[in-house]
């Protein structure tokens, strides 16, 4: 069982830079792929990124590619999203979630636990 809780949101301008966090309870967080997706109103929710349980695999939706990093720290059971030149369109409710399966999984279907989400808003 793994719980998760995001932190870190807010509103910032665009061309800001923001670094959103999951801290993880639970035993296994050490051995969990995670990732984080998000969900702007009356849209889908959409994969931004994944990290494997070593940290040593990452993987990014093309949108967020060379903006976004994903890191963990298994010592703190939490993994991060640093979001730097953000945009108007990445204004979204932003989910951490893990996923019992190992590597680069970005189907959000193979995710068993999710967070309650956190609200990033950039502003043009």
């Known amino acids: 069982q793994v719980q998760l809780v995001e932190s870190g949101g807010g509103l910032v301008q665009a061309g800001g830079s923001l670094r959103i966090s999951c801290e993880a309870s639970?035993?296994?967080?050490?051995?969990?792929?995670m990732g984080w997706f998000r969900q702007a109103p009356g849209k889908e929710r959409e994969f931004v990124a994944t990290?494997?349980?070593?940290?040593?695999?990452?993987y990014y939706a093309d949108s967020v590619k060379g903006r976004f990093t994903i890191s963990r720290d298994n010592a703190k059971n939490t993994v991060y999203l640093q979001m730097n030149r953000l945009k108007p369109e990445d204004t979204a409710e932003y989910y951490c979630?893990?996923?019992?399966?190992?590597?680069?999984?970005?189907?959000?279907?193979?995710?068993?636990?999710w967070g309650q989400g956190t609200q990033v808003t950039v502003s043009a």
């Open positions: 990290i494997s349980w070593s940290g040593s695999i990452t």
């Open positions: 639970g035993r296994s967080f050490s051995t969990t792929t």
């Open positions: 979630a893990a996923s019992g399966i190992g590597g680069k999984v970005v189907d959000s279907a193979l995710y068993i636990y």
